[in-house]
């Protein structure tokens, strides 16, 4: 081993020290795991946003079951994971369902604050009668 190389803990093939990733299989050549870089990566994973959305968004409106078929093929990087669609997919729509329902529940509590002054005022009437 030269002395400006290190070895790939994945594939353990040799390559320059200077290198980010290592070139035979593309792990990253600092792999420190802590609790923060854990939870970046589960976050990261789940959450990441690219064009694979759109390749399997669109496909899912209108052909939804060329998705489950390319699956089953093998040819999972072009599209988005299935676990990674759902997971957003819910996240978007839990935010504008809040957006959507926050002003009917506003409506709503007012109501029962309306409700709730005039049974108070009815008992207080009935008592003093
Ligand atoms: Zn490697």
Do not use: W
């Not at 040799?14 to 589960?42: A, I, M, R, S």
């Not at 998705?67 to 999972?76: D, Q, V």
């Amino acid at each position: 081993m030269e002395p400006n190389t290190t070895t790939c803990k994945n594939c353990e093939q040799t390559h320059e020290v200077d290198f980010e990733f290592c070139p035979y299989c593309g792990q990253k050549t600092d792999v420190d795991l802590t609790f923060g870089v854990l939870f970046y990566n589960t976050i990261s994973n789940y959450f990441s946003f690219d064009a694979r959305f759109f390749k399997s968004f669109i496909p899912l409106m209108f052909k939804p079951g060329i998705l489950a078929k390319r699956f089953i093929e093998g040819k999972r990087l072009l599209y988005l994971h299935p676990a990674q669609m759902y997971l957003f997919i819910s996240v978007v729509f839990f935010f504008l369902f809040s957006i959507v329902t926050r002003e009917s529940i506003s409506k709503l509590d007012n109501l029962f604050e309306e409700g709730f002054k005039s049974e108070k005022i009815s008992d207080t009437l009935q008592t003093k009668l």
